[in-house]
């Protein structure tokens, strides 16, 4: 396995640390935080597809230096805005 780019994030967030900031999600940050993902939401059956592009999309907004929110937390802030 390339040890080039160590998996430096938090796993509850997807943050990552400023060194890795601007670079591309290895796969294995992703496979990591998607497994996290995975076991955070009681390991549901078929939806590993899913894990991974929300991991994917954690690690680009954090990349970008945007700060990262699970979708479901998205979800629910749309939600309390529309019946505000």
């Known amino acids: 396995m390339n040890n080039e780019h160590p998996t430096q994030f938090d796993l509850a ?6 060194s890795s900031l601007g670079e591309k999600p290895t796969h294995e940050e992703i496979a990591v935080l998607a497994q996290h993902i995975y076991e955070e939401e009681g390991c549901p059956f078929g ?7 929300e991991a994917e999309r954690r690690l680009r907004q954090q990349s970008a230096g945007v700060e990262a929110k699970p979708v ?4 629910l802030n749309e939600e309390d805005r529309l019946h505000s």
């Not at 967030?13 to 400023?18: I, K, L, Q, V, Y």
């Not at 939806?47 to 592009?53: I, M, P």
């Not at 479901?72 to 979800?75: D, G, I, Q, R, T």
Request: aromatic share 6%; glycine share 6%.
């Open 72 to 75: 479901a937390a998205v979800a």
């Open 47 to 53: 939806r590993a597809e899913a894990h991974w592009r």
């Open 13 to 18: 967030t997807g943050a990552r640390e400023p």
